[in-house]
């Protein structure tokens, strides 16, 4: 069965730099939700969308943004990079509300140096 | 925050029954108790979710006390390959479209032992 897909898997930027990561959900998802996960944490949620629409916000910086397209692919954008923003970030994907599960993707490393 | 406490670790024999509780003391009514796990720097994968019932499926079997203020996930027949991260998370059913966040605690380190 089709997965989530992360794109790029690995990504290496410079600071004070911006990165772009793209997320494909699973065909029909219609939910998408972007987590951080530094070295030695747990995945912190971020941010995620509903039909396209913001649903609901987690401790993501001002410097990054997301969105999500009319395909329902998402992209977080990352700008003015820091060190300390150098982690794996998840998406996942769901079908709508009401207890459905959520599936998550491979992840994308970002390294900032 | 998360509502959930796991032993932060636990050891397994090889193809002994691995046996993860965890506490939900505050749960909701609306809300279901959810299993991930995730090996090494990978994605978390779900295992397997209930209400108030026990449920099984091919991977484990989830076990929800009474009360719903407890619950054990039993990993059948361990495997290396089972060692993993296991978290335990509450989710609500949500009336709004993405609003149902899984918000992850500390987990347990399950390490299964040849």
């Known amino acids: 069965a089709a997965g989530v897909i992360q794109s790029p898997r690995h990504l290496i930027k410079e600071k004070r730099e911006t990165a772009t990561l793209k997320c494909y959900p699973i065909?029909?998802?219609?939910?998408v939700y972007w987590y951080q996960q530094g070295p030695g944490q747990d995945p912190q949620f971020l941010i995620s969308?509903?039909?396209?629409?913001?649903?609901d916000k987690g401790s993501i910086p001002d410097r990054f943004s997301a969105q999500q397209f009319s395909d329902y692919h998402s992209e977080l954008n990352m700008s003015s990079l820091e060190l300390g923003d150098s982690a794996l970030y998840f998406c996942?994907?769901?079908?709508?509300?009401?207890?459905?599960?959520?599936?998550f993707g491979e992840g994308s490393w970002l390294t900032v140096v | 925050d998360a509502k959930t406490t796991q032993p932060p670790s636990m050891d397994c024999a090889e193809g002994r029954a691995a046996n993860l509780p965890c506490n939900h003391s505050?749960?909701?009514?609306?809300?279901?108790v959810y299993w991930y796990r995730q090996i090494h720097s990978q994605g978390p994968q779900y295992i397997i979710h209930?209400?108030?019932n026990n449920e099984t499926n091919e991977m484990a079997s989830l076990i929800i006390t009474e009360d719903r203020k407890s619950s054990t996930l039993i990993l059948p027949h361990a495997t290396l390959r089972d060692t993993a991260v296991y978290y335990c998370?509450?989710?609500?059913?949500?009336?709004?479209?993405?609003?149902?966040?899984?918000?992850f605690g500390k987990g347990t380190k399950l390490t299964v032992n040849p």
């Open positions: 209930g209400l108030k």
């Open positions: 969308f509903y039909e396209k629409m913001q649903s």
């Open positions: 998370i509450v989710k609500p059913l949500s009336s709004q479209g993405g609003s149902e966040k899984l918000v």
């Open positions: 065909p029909r998802h219609d939910t």
């Open positions: 505050t749960i909701s009514g609306n809300e279901y």
């Open positions: 996942a994907s769901s079908l709508g509300y009401q207890g459905n599960t959520i599936y």
